[in-house]
């Protein structure tokens, strides 16, 4: 487990300035950058680092479930990578071509025992232990990350998201509440003009959601003026542990959530009638739309 850091430090001393909170997701929730990423960036370079070329039909499978479409959608990079793997074993169409998806048995390990899954704090396992499944993953990761950083770029923001964020200035400290890396964050916030309207840009190396709530809003703020927005179960998660208020954005009805939002929901929040069946509704749709089940098993 890390140590607290600096990083951690930001977040504990964020400085309260208006009586509510917001924190938002950013892939997938502000920016419509989740199918690029995954599609392009992260899948690609599972089956180049990992040699699945063999397999690479059922990896994209496997990897759009868990990352765009079921109810893990949104989870770290590394225990998505694990779960991925995972419902290779399952296919029968892979032990027929008796191909055995590597086992990562040293990133297993590293995800138990490691509350900031990030690039710095498994460069420094990789150097304390030399293990050859880490070292494969770090450098897996850092693909990933400069394939994104060729790739993704000049993605606008879901309509309603600015006018949302502009409407919260003045009345709502946010917060950006990400498991992506600070500096795609930071770029990608900056190039739409829209990073002065958040307080404070939190990543992966600011530790896990939960931990972001945790550490810049309980206990500033009154739990009813603590809102989370997100298009992920891990988003809602955080909230609720939490015990504040979540909005989804629901995964692929972006723009219609969003202007609900700003019609609807942010008006709820600021006027305190947010809590309860609105709220209740809002998840249920939500819930629905992300299954837990991959649908060739349905099948």
């Not at 499944?133 to 990761?141: K, T, V």
């Not at 909230?239 to 909005?247: E, H, Q, R, S």
């Not at 969003?258 to 709820?268: G, H």
Request: hydrophobic share 45%.
């Amino acid at each position: 487990m890390s140590a607290p850091s600096d990083s951690q430090r930001a977040l504990r001393e964020f400085p309260k300035r208006h009586d509510f909170f917001v924190g938002v997701d950013s892939d997938g929730c502000v920016f419509d950058t989740m199918e690029v990423k995954h599609k392009e960036c992260f899948i690609p370079n599972i089956v180049n680092s990992y040699d699945l070329a063999a397999i690479s039909k059922y990896v994209r499978e496997a990897a759009e479930f868990i990352n765009l479409y079921s109810h893990w959608r949104g989870i770290n990079r590394f225990p998505a990578l694990a779960m991925t793997l995972d419902l290779l074993l399952d296919r029968p169409e892979i032990a027929a071509r008796r191909f055995k998806p590597p086992a990562i048995r040293g990133v297993r390990e590293w995800i138990r025992r490691e509350t900031k899954l990030s690039n710095p704090t498994l460069k420094a396992e990789v150097e304390r232990t030399n293990d050859p499944d880490l070292a494969r993953a770090l450098a897996w990761s850092e693909a990933v990350n400069a394939t994104v950083g060729q790739m993704v770029h000049d993605v606008p923001p879901f309509p309603f998201v600015r006018e949302s964020l502009e409407c919260l200035a003045g009345k709502a400290d946010v917060m950006v509440v990400s498991a992506t890396p600070v500096e795609a964050l930071q770029r990608e916030w900056t190039e739409n003009a829209i990073v002065e309207l958040v307080s404070l840009i939190a990543g992966q190396e600011h530790g896990g959601k939960k931990e972001h709530l945790a550490l810049a809003a309980v206990g500033k703020y009154d739990a009813d003026k603590i809102l989370m927005i997100g298009d992920a179960p891990g988003d809602m998660k955080a909230a609720l542990d939490n015990k504040v208020l979540f909005y989804p954005i629901d995964p692929g009805h972006e723009d219609e959530s969003w202007q609900r939002f700003f019609e609807e929901a942010l008006p709820k929040f600021l006027n305190g009638e947010f809590a309860g069946a609105y709220m209740d509704a809002q998840i249920a749709r939500f819930e629905a739309l992300l299954p837990k089940t991959p649908p060739w098993k349905l099948a």
